[in-house]
């Protein structure tokens, strides 16, 4: 039986304040509507529909390399009408999944447990118990039997204390959903189309409503403002801290830690306190990680130590590596095994060979270094022109001495040395010494200027 999967995304977020439609604000650093997307992929839904309203053109470009049909529902008139305007979408055989694009965590496990049970009796839906419940639609039952969803502001005081209320999840027959949702009527409090109406109809035809509860309370939390989206954060940071130390990671404090996308890891890995991780990351065994780092989009192998500080953007480093503290490794840096990296050093576009060291104060930019060359403290370099950039390439065991500025094109040859302070314009080839600059000048019993008392 296929599924389809339907994902509410109408809504206009107004309590956000902000000019960010809500399902493109940010949780983990990545829009809300992208979270569900990628729940309804891990279950593998045939069909992803989305229905749309504020701010469609810019949801639609956020998403435009998903395989996701977009359908609009101009006017917000409610959940059942949004549900409504895909039934020219939506396959007459199979079930939907019904989500919203503002509750971000729902887990794939809890779907599946939702699918399970909705196809004995055609239709489900995952409810939570809590000590108030205020706001949400309630779940009637009678001898356990759910009869009816009631929301807030239609209930009665005695139907307001119940404490099992909907979380807004459903899974449903698509024959069901074309038979009931034309004869959605908008009578009630809120002169809406409530989705939550097809329960009563479902109990008329004689049908058993099947529920489930999430295994987290957080997989079922919504997002209607910023406090409600940091409290979200916190909760979604700490199940995936939680997930890591389960896996072996050593977090020193899983509340100063944050993994803004996937981390995969080795054995024995260790993290000091105010990491951020972005995007894709991979550690390897024991890879160790200082405070504050920032590491995005970079594969890291075993053995390889970062001091804290330093900042990653599109690195792959090899074994045993040593980096930082306060360095900075941009787009194509490629570190070879047991490099060394030091403080104010910066990599950009640039490999370094295997044991190779730039340990201080150093700018290498479009650079190739071979292994085991040694590159002086504030060492640049000189890769732009003001309009074009250039190659330095650097051989096996070079010394290039402090304070140069290799002026690309150039190129140094294995076992080249450079003197300090030299600018270097042309090739310097193997085992030669190049060095520019010009004689020292010396002054036998210099005086120094006096300070003149005015
Ligand atoms: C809904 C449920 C309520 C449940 C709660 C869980 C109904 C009538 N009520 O209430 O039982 O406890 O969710 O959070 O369904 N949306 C559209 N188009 C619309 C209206 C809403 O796309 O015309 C989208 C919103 O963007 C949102 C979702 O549907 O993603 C839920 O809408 P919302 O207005 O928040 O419903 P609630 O009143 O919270
Ligand atoms: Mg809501």
Wanted: glycine share 10%; aromatic share 6%; net charge negative.
């Amino acid at each position: 039986m296929s599924t389809s999967v339907i994902i509410l995304a109408a809504g206009k977020g107004t309590r956000m304040r902000s000019t960010l439609p809500k399902v493109l604000q940010p949780l983990a650093g990545r829009p809300l509507l992208e979270h569900v997307i990628h729940t309804a992929k891990k279950i593998n839904a045939a069909h992803i529909i989305t229905i749309y309203g504020h701010g469609g053109a810019a949801v639609q470009q956020a998403f435009s390399q998903e395989n996701v049909q977009w359908v609009e529902q101009a006017e917000q008139l409610g959940t059942g009408h949004a549900v409504k305007v895909t039934l020219p979408v939506l396959p007459h055989d199979g079930v939907s999944l019904i989500l919203s694009g503002d509750v971000p965590c729902v887990q794939p496990s809890t779907l599946q447990r939702l699918l399970d049970a909705a196809s004995a009796t055609g239709i489900g839906i995952v409810t939570l118990t809590v000590e108030d419940a205020t706001g949400y639609g309630r779940i009637v039952r009678q001898n356990g039997q759910i009869q009816a969803i009631v929301e807030h502001k239609d209930a009665t005081d005695e139907q307001r204390q119940i404490q099992e209320f909907n979380t807004g999840i459903y899974c449903v027959s698509n024959a069901k959903l074309h038979e009931w949702l034309p004869k959605l009527s908008n009578d009630n409090a809120q002169g809406e189309y409530y989705l939550t109406d097809i329960i009563a109809m479902a109990i008329r035809d004689g049908m058993t409503v099947a529920s489930v509860e999430p295994e987290l309370a957080f997989e079922v939390e919504g997002v209607n403002d910023r406090v409600q989206l940091a409290a979200l954060e916190r909760e979604f940071q700490t199940h995936q801290a939680k997930q890591l130390m389960q896996q072996g990671v050593h977090l020193i404090d899983p509340a100063r830690f944050d993994l803004r996308g996937t981390l995969s890891v080795g054995q024995d890995v260790k993290i000091d306190i105010n990491v951020i991780i972005e995007g894709d990351c991979s550690f390897g065994d024991h890879v160790e990680i200082g405070a504050g780092c920032i590491i995005k989009n970079s594969v890291i192998a075993a053995g390889t130590k970062v001091q804290p500080y330093s900042i990653f953007d599109q690195a792959v480093v090899g074994h045993n590596v040593q980096i930082g503290p306060f360095a900075r490794l941009r787009p194509g840096a490629q570190l070879a095994n047991e490099v060394h990296i030091g403080n104010f050093v910066e990599v950009k576009n640039s490999s370094l060979g295997i044991g190779a060291k730039a340990n201080h104060f150093t700018y290498l930019g479009d650079a190739e270094i071979g292994a085991g060359s040694n590159i002086g403290a504030g060492t640049i370099t000189c890769n732009y022109d003001g309009a074009n950039k250039s190659k330095t390439i650097i051989g096996e065991r070079a010394f290039i001495g402090s304070n140069s500025s290799l002026v690309a094109p150039v190129h140094i040859g294995h076992g080249a040395t450079i003197g300090a302070g030299s600018v270097i314009t042309h090739d310097v080839a193997e085992n030669s010494l190049a060095f520019e600059r010009s004689k020292q000048i010396a002054k036998e019993n210099y005086q120094r200027p006096q300070k003149i008392n005015k």
